[in-house]
T-cell receptor, first 116, second 108 residues
Framework: NAGVMQNPRHLVRRRGQEARLRCSPM?????VYWYRQLPEEGLKFMVY????????ESGMPKERFSAEFPKEGPSILRIQQVVRGDSAAYFC??????????????FGPGTRLTVL | TQLLEQSPQFLSIQEGENLTVYCNSS?????LQWYRQEPGEGPVLLVT?????EVKKLKRLTFQFGDARKDSSLHITAAQPGDTGLYLC????????FGTGTSLTVIP
């Protein structure tokens, strides 16, 4: 049973370019979460999606960032016109159920974005 | 506002020593989880605690959930170099909140 997959593992972009980060959840999981992590820090929640729906995007910057989880295919985190401050590790997690007392999230290996 | 504060932020100990990591909040959580993250990898779930006062043991790791479900601790006995990593607590409330993290280094 494959785990959560993310690609690319490393992404280098110049300022002003677009970054697209992909996440394929575990088989049978319909809930996807995106987090951002700076070195030596914890994870900051960005967005929670179900298939074709954004459930909670309270952690997502209002501009340049967007996320989707289409009916078919992986979830995409898109960052337009990247700036150096966007450099970070972006992690995707998935779970089989809605957040609840027993919610457990399974994480992918992350995408490390470097903006030159 | 960071809902979950972990202490210490950094910890460096000798192999064989014991240690405790704390995760504190002023908020009540319906459950709390501990993850361990190695450099270059995603967090890996270690345990979920649900009941106030609950204690769970995982080999040399002991996890405790506070009676009021606002705090938790992770105790490691006889630490080994393989325990090195970033330990993260995470709580389920209206959202899913991660703690600030404790970076542990175990020196052989």
């Amino acid at each position: 049973n494959a785990g959560v997959m993310q690609n690319p593992r490393h992404l280098v972009r110049r300022r002003g370019q677009e970054a697209r980060l992909r996440c394929s959840p575990m088989k049978g999981h319909s809930h996807v979460y995106w987090y951002r992590q700076l070195p030596e820090e914890g994870l900051k929640f960005m967005v929670y999606l179900q298939k074709e729906n954004i459930i909670d995007e309270s952690g997502m910057p209002k501009e340049r960032f967007s996320a989707e989880f289409p009916k078919e295919g992986p979830s995409i985190l898109r960052i337009q016109q990247v700036v150096r401050g966007d450099s970070a590790a972006y992690f995707c997690a998935s779970s089989p159920h809605r957040p609840s007392s027993y919610n457990e999230q399974f994480f992918g290996p992350g995408t490390r974005l470097t903006v030159l | 506002t960071q809902l979950l504060e972990q202490s210490p932020q950094f910890l460096s100990i000798q192999e064989g020593e014991n240690l405790t990591v704390y995760c504190n909040s002023s908020s009540v959580f319906s459950s709390l989880q501990w993850y361990r993250q190695e450099p270059g990898e995603g967090p890996v779930l270690l345990v979920t605690v649900v009941t106030g006062g609950e204690v769970k043991k995982l080999k040399r790791l002991t996890f405790q959930f506070g009676d009021a479900r606002k705090d938790s601790s992770l105790h490691i006995t006889a630490a080994q170099p393989g325990d090195t990593g970033l330990y993260l607590c995470a709580g389920t409330g209206n959202q899913f909140y991660f703690g600030t993290g404790t970076s542990l280094t175990v020196i052989p």
